[in-house]
């Protein structure tokens, strides 16, 4: 199952995104064949998910054959995820662009891998699994980060509690089909609902991708990520965070230093195409938001698992 769900598909001459804009509903295909294509698929959430945005955006540089235009065009598409900016400064300095391109994207699929291993050992028998966002197969080259976690742990008869994770869904309706395809036992709630469970004793562990994580360990992640860390500290729930070192960007010292994206009103006013607010209302969509290192039990990535997660640990383990 772990590969059934394809989000890039490099055919050589073009790059075949699976539009997750229609998902659940439909598996469609876009075509891009120049690196402005690529951008705009990213801007506009066909691709989304942080290690995916960045081996599309790889892909993107061989479609255009490195040029300046080609990097520029994608360094603006979207501000938060540093796996964007990473992937491109790979590709400045790659020889072979088409093999630099195909080897971010395999190196992805194996960090997943090798996370999702280390994570489920993590994992407590039979426990009750908090996601938020997603983080599949969708998100990433293939298997995923938290979810890769998850998968990983399945044999331990766990369950997944997957916040729907307003404005955009991506829980339900990403991570939602992606368990359901697999065969785990899944429950979506709405968001404000977390805390709820966690005071019921019905959670036993949060796991969570991550954009973006500053020198200290501090994690930009999806919105709504922050509250669900003081929710776990506040009832004694570890609370973990998987990323692969693509992940990490060493050059800011901490949270307060990574860009937050603010996404269209139209995202918080309604959804595809109805109107819930009224017209006049002013809207904030910031994206993603920042959960301090200190709530973070422990980060996991594809080298090992980082606990109580600062500055000298993360250094000895990332670099
Ligand atoms: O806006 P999105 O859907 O790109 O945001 C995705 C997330 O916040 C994920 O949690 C993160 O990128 C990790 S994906 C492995």
Request: glycine share 8%; net charge neutral; hydrophobic share 45%.
């Amino acid at each position: 199952m772990a590969d059934a769900v394809q989000p890039i598909r490099w055919k050589g001459d073009r790059l075949e995104l699976l539009d997750q804009r229609l998902l659940p509903e439909k598996t469609v295909y876009i075509t891009c064949r120049t690196a402005a294509e690529v951008a705009a698929a990213i801007r506009d959430m066909v691709v989304r998910g942080a290690p995916a945005i960045g081996c599309s955006a790889a892909f993107g540089v061989v479609l255009s054959k490195g040029s300046a235009d080609a990097y520029e065009v994608l360094a603006k598409s979207r501000p938060t995820a540093v796996n964007l900016f990473w992937a491109l400064e790979r590709m400045k300095k790659a020889k072979d662009l088409e093999a630099e391109a195909v080897a971010i994207y395999e190196e992805d699929l194996a960090a997943n891998r090798a996370m999702g291993k280390l994570g489920a050992e993590l994992i407590p028998e039979g426990a009750r699994v908090m996601t938020h966002c997603n983080t599949g197969a969708l998100a990433t080259a293939g298997y995923g980060t938290a979810l890769g976690v998850i998968r990983s742990a399945k044999d331990k008869k766990i369950s997944v509690i997957a916040n729907e994770t307003r404005p955009y869904l991506q829980g339900a309706r990403l991570t939602a089909w992606e368990l359901v395809q697999e065969g785990i036992p899944c429950t979506l709630i709405t968001d404000s609902m977390a805390g709820h469970l966690m005071s019921r004793g019905e959670v036993d562990v949060v796991i969570v991708g991550a954009d973006r994580i500053a020198a200290n360990g501090d994690v930009a992640n999806k919105i709504g990520t922050y509250p669900l860390a003081v929710l776990a500290k506040r009832h004694g729930i570890p609370f973990y965070v998987a990323a692969p070192l693509s992940t990490f960007d060493p050059s800011i010292p901490d949270g307060s230093h990574i860009p937050i994206e603010e996404r269209p009103a139209s995202e918080v006013t309604g959804y595809r195409g109805t109107r819930w607010a009224p017209e006049g209302v002013s809207v904030r969509n910031p994206a993603f938001d920042v959960t301090p290192a200190e709530l973070i039990t422990g980060i996991i990535c594809e080298k090992g698992v980082i606990l109580d997660p600062d500055k000298d640990r993360i250094k000895r383990l990332t670099s």
